[in-house]
């Protein structure tokens, strides 16, 4: 009980610390995990001298962690936006995934010697693209909604088959015929597992009247963590059951939804925090320095040719433009997935797993500076950037739940022909109406005449109904300016 109030204390000030270097990231233009890990490396043993080397317990909270950042990324994931990525997406995330292990472990093989299954299992841990790193730098980068659906879908589905096939490579036991129908059973079953604890789940909470607002988002996501539970227990991916039941409740009009999601992506921070904090501490720099080599190998081949080979030929049905092929080639971005997914077959003993664990721990590294510094700035010469994204804010107020509504916030960027356009002439559906115009740092109530400029942002009250026409018409005028419609375009 002594010890209580100093682990209370050194758990607030990492959290603290932790919240202020999300801006820093956010600053740098890459995921904040690096500043996690570098929290976790301090405190473990080559700083304050915290030693934690508990490979089956680090798998165990991981994977703990894991679950929450998959609900959080299912609930704030509007079906809408990801739905005509449908298709890039589901291949992305499981044909992709086959594509990526096979290159990788081929290339590994021959480079570095390793033994078949063991390259194949290097193969299978560096096939997952990570949720948390997509979520949080994607979202904010200004791209399409097509290409970031797509990659949303990917991270978010990914992690299961790489998951299986992980833990297949790891048991040591023969593949045979059935490999491909276990992974087809476990896919599916955990599919179901999610839709029908999405559905009930979304059908018990509007016919509940729980006695207090804070409980609504406790059950939500209560029963993310229950469609995880059931699917490992059905021996289906609960990893994958998990991620579509959140993507269910989040896109069903659950009560007090804006406070579930505002709760869901607190937790989810904080599993992404308290995640990449602890792999900090398992890490030993030690360690990385021996793996450098390695680690800088499989990074190559993960970024140069498994990565761009497996993006191209599972969306050969597609034919899509080389752009989005290189965009999409380029932010398959790595992070905690794979070290946690490394350590399952450290926990099992297998040969070598620890050189794999220090190698993955010094791909992340490299690759998160490398890709997430370079990702905007390769949209934006790739042309793939959007000027004036319509992007939804979280609102705590219960009567727009009430009344069904939401907010949207819009930047007037550089180039978009929004510039100059009267308020009247943009024309927003019925539902719709900019409610607030903030320029040069100060608010005020438009008019019909008020004239929009460059760097104006503008906030965007509209119905649930009238959202999904809202943003295509003013995607229309950012494009083609107030005479959109002659011009034929749409804004989708």
């Given at each position: 009980?002594?010890?209580?109030?100093?682990?209370?204390?050194?758990?607030?000030?990492?959290?603290?610390?932790?919240?202020?270097?999300?801006?820093?990231?956010?600053?740098?233009?890459?995921?904040?995990?690096?500043?996690?890990?570098?929290?976790?490396?301090?405190?473990?043993?080559?700083?304050?001298?915290?030693?934690?080397?508990?490979?089956?317990?680090?798998q165990?909270?991981?994977?703990?962690?894991?679950?929450?950042?998959?609900?959080?990324?299912?609930?704030?994931?509007?079906?809408?936006?990801?739905?005509?990525?449908?298709?890039?997406?589901?291949?992305?995330?499981?044909?992709?995934?086959?594509?990526?292990?096979?290159?990788?472990?081929?290339?590994?093989?021959?480079?570095?010697?390793?033994?078949?299954?063991?390259?194949?299992?290097?193969?299978?841990?560096?096939?997952?693209?990570?949720?948390?790193?997509?979520?949080?730098?994607?979202?904010?980068?200004?791209?399409?909604?097509?290409?970031?659906?797509?990659?949303?879908?990917?991270?978010?589905?990914?992690?299961?088959?790489?998951?299986?096939?992980?833990?297949?490579?790891?048991?040591?036991?023969?593949?045979?015929?059935?490999?491909?129908l276990?992974?087809?059973?476990?896919?599916?079953?955990?599919?179901?597992?999610?839709?029908?604890?999405?559905?009930?789940?979304?059908?018990?909470?509007?016919?509940?009247?729980l006695?207090?607002?804070?409980l609504?988002?406790?059950?939500?996501?209560?029963?993310?963590?229950?469609?995880?539970?059931?699917?490992?227990?059905a021996?289906?991916?609960?990893?994958?059951?998990?991620y579509?039941?959140?993507?269910?409740?989040?896109?069903?009009?659950?009560?007090?939804?804006?406070?579930?999601?505002?709760?869901?992506?607190?937790?989810?921070?904080?599993?992404?925090?308290?995640?990449?904090?602890?792999?900090?501490?398992?890490?030993?720099?030690?360690?990385?320095?021996?793996?450098?080599?390695?680690?800088?190998?499989?990074?190559?081949?993960?970024?140069?040719?498994?990565?761009?080979?497996?993006?191209?030929?599972?969306?050969?049905?597609?034919?899509?433009?080389?752009?989005?092929?290189t965009?999409?080639?380029?932010?398959?971005?790595?992070?905690?997935?794979?070290?946690?997914?490394?350590m399952?077959?450290l926990?099992?003993?297998?040969?070598?797993?620890?050189?794999?664990?220090?190698?993955?721990?010094?791909?992340?590294?490299?690759?998160?500076?490398?890709?997430?510094?370079?990702?905007?700035?390769?949209a934006?010469?790739?042309?793939?950037?959007?000027?004036?994204?319509?992007?939804?804010?979280?609102?705590?107020?219960?009567?727009?739940?009430?009344?069904?509504?939401?907010?949207?916030?819009?930047?007037?960027?550089?180039?978009?022909?929004?510039?100059?356009v009267?308020?009247?002439?943009?024309?927003?559906p019925?539902?719709?109406?900019?409610?607030?115009?903030?320029?040069?740092?100060?608010?005020?109530?438009?008019?019909?005449?008020?004239?929009?400029?460059?760097?104006?942002?503008?906030?965007?009250?509209?119905?649930?109904?009238?959202?999904?026409?809202?943003?295509?018409?003013?995607?229309?005028?950012?494009r083609a300016?107030?005479?959109?419609?002659?011009?034929?375009?749409?804004?989708?």
């Open positions: 009980m002594d010890e209580l109030p100093v682990l209370l204390g050194v758990g607030a000030l990492v959290l603290v610390v932790s919240v202020v270097a999300v801006r820093v990231s956010i600053r740098l233009g890459f995921p904040s995990l690096l500043l996690y890990l570098g929290i976790g490396v301090v405190l473990g043993e080559a700083g304050f001298g915290i030693r934690f080397d508990n490979p089956a317990l680090t165990a909270l991981g994977l703990a962690a894991l679950v929450l950042i998959l609900t959080e990324g299912g609930l704030t994931t509007r079906w809408s936006a990801v739905k005509p990525s449908l298709g890039p997406g589901i291949l992305l995330s499981t044909v992709a995934v086959v594509i990526s292990i096979a290159v990788t472990g081929a290339a590994l093989h021959w480079l570095l010697g390793l033994d078949w299954r063991l390259a194949l299992l290097w193969g299978a841990v560096l096939a997952s693209t990570d949720a948390a790193a997509v979520f949080s730098v994607l979202r904010t980068a200004g791209v399409g909604k097509r290409l970031v659906g797509a990659l949303e879908l990917e991270s978010g589905i990914n992690d299961a088959p790489a998951y299986i096939a992980v833990v297949v490579l790891a048991s040591g036991e023969a593949v045979d015929w059935s490999l491909p276990l992974v087809v059973y476990e896919l599916l079953t955990g599919l179901a597992l999610g839709l029908a604890f999405g559905w009930l789940g979304a059908q018990a909470l509007r016919r509940a009247a006695p207090a607002t804070g609504y988002p406790l059950a939500t996501v209560a029963v993310c963590v229950l469609a995880y539970s059931s699917g490992q227990l021996h289906a991916s609960g990893l994958l059951a998990t579509v039941a959140g993507l269910v409740l989040g896109n069903s009009q659950l009560p007090h939804r804006s406070d579930t999601l505002s709760f869901a992506e607190g937790l989810g921070w904080l599993a992404q925090i308290g995640l990449f904090v602890l792999l900090g501490l398992f890490a030993s720099p030690t360690r990385l320095l021996e793996a450098l080599i390695p680690g800088l190998v499989a990074g190559a081949v993960v970024l140069l040719l498994a990565r761009p080979l497996s993006v191209v030929l599972s969306l050969l049905p597609f034919r899509l433009p080389w752009r989005e092929q965009f999409l080639s380029w932010a398959g971005l790595r992070g905690a997935v794979p070290i946690v997914l490394a399952i077959p926990s099992e003993g297998v040969p070598g797993a620890q050189r794999l664990v220090d190698a993955v721990f010094v791909l992340v590294i490299v690759l998160t500076v490398l890709q997430g510094a370079t990702l905007s700035p390769l934006r010469i790739l042309g793939l950037t959007k000027a004036a994204q319509a992007h939804e804010i979280e609102v705590d107020s219960a009567p727009l739940d009430e009344l069904g509504a939401e907010l949207l916030q819009v930047r007037i960027q550089e180039g978009s022909k929004l510039h100059g009267y308020l009247s002439e943009l024309r927003l019925a539902g719709a109406t900019v409610s607030l115009v903030v320029r040069g740092g100060t608010g005020f109530t438009p008019q019909k005449t008020s004239r929009l400029q460059v760097e104006d942002q503008l906030l965007v009250v509209t119905t649930a109904t009238d959202r999904d026409a809202t943003e295509r018409r003013i995607r229309a005028v950012d300016g107030r005479l959109a419609r002659w011009h034929g375009e749409s804004g989708a």
